[in-house]
Each structure stands twice: as structure tokens, then as C-alpha cells.
């Protein structure tokens, strides 16, 4: 799947009905790592790489996801990117931009729908 355009993403943001109520853009980037997800997360000690990840999403509940985030409260512009297949590492993974008001409102949107997507909407396996 072709990633899409950041550059293209702001500048269709900052052109949307909406923007005149938008102070401040967030993005975030996932990205496949080489570090296990259990030594990272849980502090488990290991000796093996991840190679690549097995990446796939349920299009149903990211929707959802995405429409939940843009009812948030200062919220006024979010877009998704979920990538699948199995990705090298440096791959991206996802793609999110969430735009509105006023910082707090808008980091916490981010936050919110970025956890979303990863505990109900993607499937992540390591492969090493």
C-alpha cells in the first residue's frame, strides 16, 4: 500500500472548510522497530531482533476509531493511514493526523485514537 503524502495531508488540512478553527496540527508515525515490543513495553530481557512485522487492520473499527477522535471536543480535522502486509523494519505502519483548537485537546485526541487504533483496530505480530 502507497504511503500517502504528509506534505499533501497539511496542505489539504489547512485548504479544509474547518481550518480556521485549527491552531495546531499533531502527527504521528509508527514505525516497524528492531527492538521486541516486550522489551520495550515490558522490560523483558532478550537476545532476539525483529526482522519485520505481520501488520493488518479491521477497516470497521478504525472507522469507528476516526469518527469517535472527531467528535472530540476542539477536534476538527483527523485522517488514518493503516499500512498491511509484512513490513521490514523502517516501515511505516501508520500514518495519523488529528488537527484542532488548542494543544491539550489535541494531544489528547492524538493520544486517544492513536491508542484505539493499536489495542482495538490493528493486528501486530514481531517477527524475528
Known sequence: MERPSMETWLREAKAAP??????????????????P???????????RAVSAV???????KAEAAIRRAQTLP???HVRVWLNE????VGADL??????GDIRPH?????????QE???VCVCEQEVY
Not at 505481520?54 to 470497521?60: K, T
Not at 502486509?85 to 521490514?88: A, I, K, N, Q, Y
Request: with cysteine.
Open 117 to 119: 487504533l493499536k489495542t
Open 94 to 99: 501508520m500514518l495519523v493526523l488529528v488537527g
Open 85 to 88: 502486509g509484512t513490513l521490514p
Open 106 to 114: 489535541v494531544i489528547d485526541a492524538l493520544q486517544s485514537l492513536v
Open 18 to 35: 474547518t481550518a480556521s478553527q485549527c491552531g495546531m496540527y499533531l502527527f504521528h508515525n509508527g514505525v516497524v522497530r528492531a527492538t
Open 74 to 76: 476542539g477536534i476538527f
Open 54 to 60: 505481520r501488520f493488518s487492520f479491521d477497516a470497521a
Open 37 to 47: 515490543k516486550s522489551l520495550v513495553r515490558g522490560g523483558e530481557p532478550t537476545d
